[in-house]
């Protein structure tokens, strides 16, 4: 294995590994520590885990070991090692979001998905990187650490859920859970060759998530194949009484229906996603994809969603808007990280002494109080550059005289993007296109160029905007050896429909 590739996978599938253990071919232990030693020999060089639970993963195992040979009832996923982007809260590890304002924050309680993952008898193997508070979409903008892309080291992952999908591209876990507030589940995966689902907005508890942009996030599974995918999503979602946004409606049983190939689909293919800056690799290994589903029967028919050339202005006004209000709230008072207030009650005193000196009275009686001053010194050092942007830019399109020319107005064009949809929906069964416009990119390339890095953007936030569901699974390769991924939509609610389709062309396409 060389430094400019790492492209490690395990032999099982985590619908394979969970038969074997259930069979007692395999333990929980020796599952889990087989993984441990994987991000021990590799994690030093992709950097997707901030923080690796090997002791207790290793006694929840024995666990699920000793209950299993005791004949008890054990979970879905007994046994399972399963990796968690470190935005989740979780009262047994720090939550830090990759930030220096979370760096030491212990939550009181356990999200609703990990208190899931936890009653299916998972084994939360580590707490994975991200861009900072998911803003991102490259991991670049972690606190503490860069990730890699494992099929290319000196490539990005993807993001914001880069070490989610990296964890499981490298073998280091079979399945990992991220969140996607305009892509942060599907452009990872795609760029790293794995299968990631976007679910309906509400669909998946968001209580316990913290929070971006309360009206687009969403959490999702993160796996080597769309099964694999269907037993997280099955695990994880449902009805919760703590989250006013989560749907009462019943969980469908994807892992049972999964392999039934879909008669009569009818695939949509979206004009404006195959125009003008998509790499030529990529729409070659779409259209292959499409295809292949051709040959399955399937009926390709090209639609329309003509407002989708307005999803990133509008997501980047409602997303940054959303994003400001909510973390208002790391103010380095109730909790997160303070500035240290001696050395500001020093500063303070210096500068009255200055403006004194100088019979300033003006300055003296407009200098900010030392409370003013601590809130401001901690937050411009607890954010990083791009969240401090991203706040500017939501708190501008929300104040005063602008808000009707931002942000109402780019909620009445969110309506029309899922107006577009409904349209499409009517004729089509899924919609099938790039995930990104193009592979995944050199370390720093776009880091001083943040216009395009949201850019990326464009095929991913049109489903967030809409609340509906999203999947990429791998379609091919570039000639550089770096994963492509196939994007399909299905309407709100959809996710049976959208894994059987996946699983089609998974099955057709698998050697």
């Given at each position: 294995m060389t430094n400019a590739m790492l492209a490690f996978h395990p032999d099982l599938t985590a619908s394979q590994a969970l038969a074997l253990l259930t069979r007692g071919e395999l333990s929980a232990v020796e599952l889990t520590q087989s993984y441990l030693e994987r991000i021990a020999e590799h994690d030093a060089t992709v950097g997707a885990f901030l923080h690796v639970a090997a002791e207790a993963a290793l006694a929840t195992a024995a666990d699920i070991d000793s209950r299993r040979r005791a004949g008890q009832s054990v979970g879905q996923l007994a046994g399972l090692p399963v990796a968690v982007k470190d935005v989740l809260c979780d009262s047994r590890t720090r939550t830090t979001c990759a930030s220096r304002m979370l760096e030491n924050f212990q939550p009181p309680y356990d999200s609703t998905v990990v208190a899931k993952l936890r009653a299916a008898d998972a084994v939360l193997i580590g707490r994975t990187n991200m861009d900072e508070f998911a803003m991102g979409g490259s991991t670049e903008n972690s606190a503490f650490q860069i990730t890699r892309n494992p099929w290319n080291l000196q490539c990005i992952p993807g993001g914001s859920s880069g070490g989610a999908a990296a964890c499981v591209a490298a073998g280091m876990a079979p399945l990992s859970i991220g969140t996607d507030t305009g892509g942060s589940?599907?452009?990872?995966?795609?760029?790293?060759?794995?299968?990631?689902?976007?679910?309906?907005?509400?669909?998946?508890?968001?209580?316990?998530?913290?929070?971006?942009?309360?009206?687009?996030?969403?959490?999702?599974?993160?796996?080597?194949?769309?099964?694999?995918?269907?037993l997280l999503l099955e695990t994880i979602a449902g009805h919760d009484p703590q989250d006013a946004t989560s749907l009462d409606t019943p969980v469908p049983p994807y892992t049972h229906t999964i392999d039934q190939p879909l008669t009569g689909l009818r695939l949509g293919i979206v004009r404006e996603h195959f125009a003008e800056g998509l790499h030529p690799e990529v729409e070659a290994a779409v259209r292959g994809a499409l295809e292949v589903y051709r040959s399955l029967g399937a009926t390709i028919k090209e639609i329309s969603l003509p407002h989708s050339k307005y999803a990133v202005a509008t997501y980047y006004v409602i997303a940054p808007s959303e994003a400001s209000s909510n973390l208002a709230r790391y103010d380095g008072v109730h909790y997160g990280h303070r500035a240290d207030e001696s050395s500001l009650l020093a500063e303070l005193a210096t500068e009255r002494k200055q403006l004194a000196a100088a019979g300033d009275q003006e300055g003296l009686d407009n200098q900010d109080t030392g409370l003013v001053r601590m809130y401001?010194?901690?937050?411009?050092?607890?954010?990083?550059?791009?969240?401090?942007?991203?706040?500017?830019?939501?708190?501008?399109?929300?104040?005063?005289?602008?808000?009707?020319?931002?942000?109402?107005?780019?909620l009445k064009v969110r309506r029309l993007i899922r107006q577009d949809f409904d349209a499409a929906f009517a004729e089509v069964d899924l919609i099938a296109g790039p995930v990104t416009a193009q592979p995944a990119w050199g370390l720093g390339e776009m880091a001083g160029d943040p216009l395009s890095m949201y850019l990326v953007d464009l095929y991913t936030v049109s489903a967030n905007l809409a609340g509906i569901p999203g999947l990429s699974l791998p379609c091919g390769f570039t000639q550089d050896g770096l994963p492509i991924g196939l994007q399909l939509q299905a309407p709100a609610l959809g996710e049976e429909t959208l894994l059987r389709g996946a699983r089609m062309y998974e099955q057709a396409t698998s050697s």
């Open positions: 589940i599907r452009q990872p995966a795609g760029l790293c060759g794995v299968v990631g689902l976007k679910p309906t907005y509400g669909r998946v508890s968001r209580f316990g998530l913290v929070a971006f942009a309360s009206s687009l996030d969403q959490v999702g599974p993160l796996a080597h194949n769309t099964s694999d995918a269907a401001r010194r901690s937050r411009a050092e607890g954010f990083g550059p791009e969240v401090k942007r991203r706040i500017m830019l939501g708190a501008y399109a929300l104040s005063a005289g602008y808000y009707d020319a931002y942000y109402l107005k780019a």
